[in-house]
Nanobody, 127 residues
């Protein structure tokens, strides 16, 4: 199995930037497609960004396209989410997740595809 720990959340002004990081331990990191999800108060968990096992394929949801970038470093067993031009509607708890299938070539936007989850890190964008 995989253990995931997020870091990098905090309070930032509208238009600012944050970089979230997720450190993985356990089974070989490169075997897992990775994703970032977020959940705002009173809302359902939503997909934000995902990256394939190799890192060659990425996908970000429309609401953050052009502002957020996902990347991974398989040598360091980490995945990052660079968030620029932050808006108040980006305020949420952000979760790192690993696709436990170990065989997916691309990226899934469905939460049920991800078997391992971090504890979450709070991102608050002031307005």
């Amino acid at each position: 199995q995989v253990q995931l720990v997020e870091s990098g959340g905090g309070l930032v002004q509208t238009g600012g930037s944050l970089r979230l990081s997720c450190a993985a331990s356990g089974r070989t990191f490169s075997n897992y497609a990775m994703g970032w999800f977020r959940q705002a108060p009173g809302q359902e968990r939503e997909f934000v960004a995902g990256i394939s096992r190799s890192g060659l394929t990425t996908y970000v949801t429309d609401s953050v396209k052009g502002r957020f970038t996902i990347s991974r470093d398989n040598a360091k067993s980490t995945v990052a989410l660079q968030m620029n031009s932050l808006k108040p509607e980006d305020t949420a708890v952000y979760y790192c997740a690993a696709d436990g299938s170990g065989s997916r070539v691309g990226v899934s936007t469905y939460g049920y595809s991800y078997d391992y989850w971090g504890q979450g890190t709070q991102v608050t964008v002031s307005s």
